[in-house]
């Protein structure tokens, strides 16, 4: 099978174990200790354990030397997008290739192409939180709890484009919550990809309708470049939450198509509540 491998962990806001909070720097640290809702205390746990959990596994570091850093684009503050700040002489070994179907691989001598190509993504909602992660592109995951008594109508008039509402109001009300929230997913993980978050609205990126493969059909004129090629694969988690994922290959281009070598993403998904709990036995 090809395509552009990318792996994914779903741990659940129910592993949020105390000792999981060992491997916390101490800005994160600070967050954690300074939150105040108790849901948001542990999303914020379970993401920064399991990223540095996957990453240092990747990297042959340990978890809590894996250097993640924060920096919000407004105001400079330690709560913007989390990325890898590798010291140019990186670690002192990285697997040769983290795309295997298998989240562990053999450590081999430090190649610093392949550690400065890696690539994650944090997302969270409700009582879920993943992790994803790919090499040679930028990624973007999320997620989004389905339940009962969301507001369809105002999400949409906010997230979607006069033509994606239009084909949203088309359904029979009970098919609108899953179908929106299939298209947010898709929206929030390119706008991930491309860092930009939601500094683009998310109305003026168009994405191919749920029964459609994914892929952007218009992108927003303010946006300042395309990627090459931008890759998108849906998910499904515990068989009711929809979730995606965006791979976006920077590069003169279009950022046409929707997925790899062969038009695909290839997913391979892991336990991340497996992980957590084997760290904090």
Request: one cysteine or more; charged letters at 20%.
């Amino acid at each position: 099978m090809t395509g552009h491998p990318v792996q994914v962990w779903w741990a659940r806001l129910e592993d949020a174990r105390t000792g999981l909070r060992a491997l916390l720097d101490p800005v994160e640290r600070v967050r954690y200790e300074s939150t105040v809702d108790p849901a948001g205390r542990g999303r914020f746990l379970v993401g920064c354990a399991l990223s540095r959990l996957v990453l240092g596994e990747l990297l042959g570091l340990p978890p809590a030397d894996v250097p993640l850093r924060r920096v919000c684009p407004r105001c400079g503050g330690p709560h913007g997008k989390v990325h890898l700040a590798l010291p140019p002489d990186g670690p002192a070994g990285i697997p040769a290739d983290i795309a295997s179907d298998t989240p562990a691989g053999t450590p081999s001598a430090y190649d610093r192409s392949v550690a400065f190509s890696v690539a994650f993504s944090v997302t969270h909602s409700g009582a879920l939180v993943g992790v994803a992660v790919c090499r040679g592109g930028e990624v973007g995951l999320d997620v989004e709890e389905s339940h009962a008594d969301m507001d369809v109508d105002s999400a949409a008039r906010v997230a979607l484009s006069d033509a994606e509402l239009a084909a949203l109001y088309a359904r029979p009300t009970v098919e609108r919550q899953p179908a929106f929230l299939r298209t947010w997913t898709r929206k929030e993980a390119v706008l991930k990809a491309l860092g930009v978050g939601l500094g683009v609205p998310l109305r003026e990126l168009e994405v191919s309708g749920p029964e459609h493969p994914p892929a952007v059909l218009a992108w927003p004129a303010r946006l300042a470049t395309r990627p090459r090629l931008m890759s998108m694969a849906d998910m499904v988690v515990d068989g009711v939450h929809p979730a995606a994922v965006a791979v976006a290959v920077a590069g003169a281009g279009d950022g046409g198509g929707q997925g790899g070598a062969d038009g695909v993403l290839r997913v391979t998904v892991h336990d991340g509540s497996g992980a957590l709990a084997a760290y904090d036995r």
